[in-house]
């Protein structure tokens, strides 16, 4: 009897993973406003106005933003799951990250084996992501020009001989 409870418990330490939540992200930008709405942040994501002090969800993201003011210049905090992980051997998404709880709880929670590490990017890939990204939007945004892609343009009127 000792011999098996001694096997389980070993068998529970080698399967033994430790939670890990999102590291939460929170900056300050400049907020939306409208014209007809002094004072008051416009909430892009509700399509709505809210007074200094209110917070409204980031929906469908999940993350939460709220209106406060400095001196006269209006700005919303944003708060959000931050930084997603990289691939990372041993670990998982323990949750399922339903978008439908508020912030926090629709953010990821990870779930990492004993001795695995949840990697996340450097900066300097960050920032080479990012590169990456603006040049293929680039790319993009040539291509579907008519005069990048090869299409024939208009014609101004018979040819002249």
């Known amino acids: 009897m000792k011999f098996l409870l001694i096997t389980l418990v070993c068998i529970a330490a080698a399967y033994a ?13 400049p907020a939306d406003t409208l014209r007809d709405f002094p004072g008051a942040c416009f909430g ?21 933003a709220t ?22 051997p041993g670990c998982r998404v323990a949750n399922d990250g339903d978008l439908q709880k508020p912030y926090p709880a629709c953010c990821p929670v990870y779930e990492c084996q004993e001795g695995a590490t949840l990697l996340f990017p450097s900066q300097e890939e960050i920032q080479a992501a990012a590169r990456d990204a603006a040049a293929k939007n680039a790319a993009a945004a040539r291509g579907a020009s008519p005069q990048q892609n090869g299409a024939a343009r208009p014609s101004a009127g018979p040819p002249r001989n």
Not at 17 to 29: A, E, F, G, H
Not at 44 to 64: D, H, M, N, R, V
Not at 80 to 85: A, M, V
């Open 17 to 29: 993973q430790t939670r890990i939540p999102s590291k939460p992200n929170v900056r300050n930008l």
């Open 44 to 64: 892009s994501t509700a399509c709505q106005i809210y007074q200094i002090g209110e917070s409204w969800p980031l929906s469908p993201f999940c993350g939460k």
């Open 67 to 88: 209106c406060l003011r400095d001196g006269n210049r209006l700005f919303e905090r944003v708060e959000d799951c931050g930084l997603k992980p990289k691939e990372s």
